[in-house]
């Protein structure tokens, strides 16, 4: 349950990434509006659709077939029974399942959507989608079969299953049924009206979801490789007047900007200048605020699109209950969100590129100017049987190729589907899976450097070529922090434990960077 005291009021105002993330951490409690313009939204849609139903109406997915079946009316006797159906025939995703956590991020970002009150849901499936949040139960959702329009039907049909007691869920650690863990909770499962079918599965909650917690990682990692550089740069006697604030002046990106100011803080520019012997240091430092600043600069438009997508209607059709309209259209179409994760996905690996070749320089005595063979601290003559970082830095290797590997753009990839009704597609969603595979990815090639970078500083503050009591405060609080579960590398050892608690560490955010 949430450990937070903070509420978030889903139909009252706009909701940020960070409402998403701190949901799908159980941080935090949902509830409903319960504003006069909120209940008269969700009301008035509800009868709306009951008023045409009862005049016989044609409303498209509603007394219609889905998709390219609009064109079969469906006799009012069997109406009620569509929806139900609609969730069936999706039942057919495949892939890795939606983790715990992801799942609750997409509850809270469908919610978000028919909290707008343009989908003619009732107030039972609302309360119910809000109980699942509260006593965190998470649909089982399988990852692939989406092409992100008509927008997330066949992931989105797992949580509509779940609501109707015909799905698995996660719940207190286990998967069950989920009728058993309603009956338990003595909650009633949503008989679907008329259209909450489609309006729970016609939309782009998925990539949405999926998005945020893509945003979310990638903004944290901008200010970690700006720190890891910081700590590369120290460990190779850089040069810190390359990220001089006259020097930056004149090239006015102001996320660039950002991160040389952040480089220079950390390496103490102003109190302690470093004047390497070389002149100029290798690009994988030197141009460091240029490569993570496209990431930091993109930021404001990725929350932009992203909160926009969040805080939008996207099912069809939108039922417009106080004007007493049913708009067909196309909202359900994933494209903002396709373009930010191919976008992101291809900052972020950048990301990846740039402290792979941190990391070569670090382990390699041609550049990493008077460091040990692979950061190996081991000496006499066991420093010929020790490798130190030499394999790490394969590693970090293997791992870059695979990212940059994924940053091929997904929504150009459009298919036609649904006999030729769909015949324009997305690809969000496969987009924002992509996106966070690059994120583990880099994630993983910076954990490497990270404790690389920790290693030469290590060996410069034990050979006394570097003050650790001159380090900003900041960086000498992660760096004795790090040092605390990564003990010198001395002779050879496994390190994958290591690397996966670093990972993790990063993943949840361990070190507070630049607030």
Not at 29 to 40: A, K, P, Y
Not at 214 to 238: E, M, V
Not at 377 to 399: L, P, T
Not at 415 to 438: L, Y
């Amino acid at each position: 349950m949430p450990t937070s005291n903070s509420t978030i009021k889903f139909g009252e105002a706009r909701l940020e990434i960070e409402d998403i993330v701190d949901i799908a951490k159980d941080d935090i409690d949902v509830e409903l509006s319960q504003s006069v313009d909120f209940s008269h939204k969700i009301d008035s849609g509800v009868n709306f659709l009951d008023t045409l139903l009862k005049e016989d109406g044609v409303i498209y997915g509603v007394t219609t077939g889905y998709g390219d079946s609009v064109t079969v009316n469906v006799p009012l006797s069997l109406v009620p029974e569509l929806p139900l159906h609609l969730t069936r025939f999706h039942g057919c995703g495949l892939g890795e399942m939606f983790s715990s956590f992801e799942g609750r991020a997409i509850l809270a970002t469908r919610l978000a959507s028919l909290s707008q009150g343009y989908s003619g849901v009732s107030w039972p499936l609302l309360e119910l989608l809000k109980a699942f949040l509260q006593h965190d139960i998470v649909p089982v959702i399988p990852q692939e079969g989406s092409v992100g329009a008509s927008g997330d039907l066949t992931p989105l049909s797992y949580v509509a299953g779940a609501l109707v007691g015909e799905r698995d869920v996660y719940y207190r650690g286990e998967i069950k049924n989920s009728l058993e863990v309603m009956q338990g909770l003595n909650l009633t499962p949503i008989t679907l009206r008329p259209k909450e079918g489609l309006a729970i599965m016609n939309g782009t909650a998925v990539m949405t979801a999926i998005a945020c917690l893509a945003y979310d990682r990638s903004q944290y990692l901008a200010k970690l490789a700006t720190r890891i550089t910081a700590l590369s740069s120290l460990a190779l006697k850089g040069n810190s007047h390359h990220f001089d604030d006259i020097l930056f002046s004149v090239k006015p990106h102001p996320g660039q900007q950002q991160i040389a100011t952040w480089i220079r803080n950390d390496l103490n520019h102003v109190d302690h200048p470093r004047n390497a012997d070389r002149l100029q240091d290798r690009y994988s430092i030197r141009c460091a605020p240029h490569v993570i600043g496209v990431l930091q600069d993109s930021l404001p438009w990725f929350r932009q699109m992203i909160e926009n997508e969040l805080n939008s209607a996207n099912d069809n059709p939108i039922i417009d209950g106080p004007g007493e309209h049913v708009l067909h259209g196309g909202h359900f179409y994933g494209g903002h969100i396709a373009m930010v994760m191919d976008s992101l996905k291809t900052a972020v690996a950048n990301l990846a590129d740039l402290a792979d070749r941190q990391i070569a320089s670090l382990v390699d005595t041609r550049y990493n100017n008077g460091l040990p063979s692979n950061l190996s601290m081991s000496d006499g003559a066991r420093r010929y049987i020790n490798h130190g970082f030499k394999a790490v830095q394969i590693g970090a290797s293997a791992y870059t190729a695979e990212a940059l590997k994924q940053t091929m753009p997904a929504s150009v990839f459009s298919r036609s589907t649904e006999c030729h009704n769909q015949d324009k597609v997305s690809m969000g969603t496969i987009a924002a899976r992509d996106a966070m595979r690059v994120l583990q990815l880099t994630e993983q090639v910076l954990a490497s450097t990270l404790l690389a970078a920790v290693q030469g500083v290590r060996i410069r503050i034990a050979n006394n070529e570097l003050d650790h009591d001159t380090l900003p405060l900041p960086v000498m609080e992660m760096y004795d922090d790090i040092c605390q579960f990564f003990e010198p590398l001395l002779d050879d050892r496994p390190l994958d434990k290591l690397l996966r608690f670093t990972v993790d560490a990063i993943q949840t955010q361990r070190w507070s960077l630049y607030d």
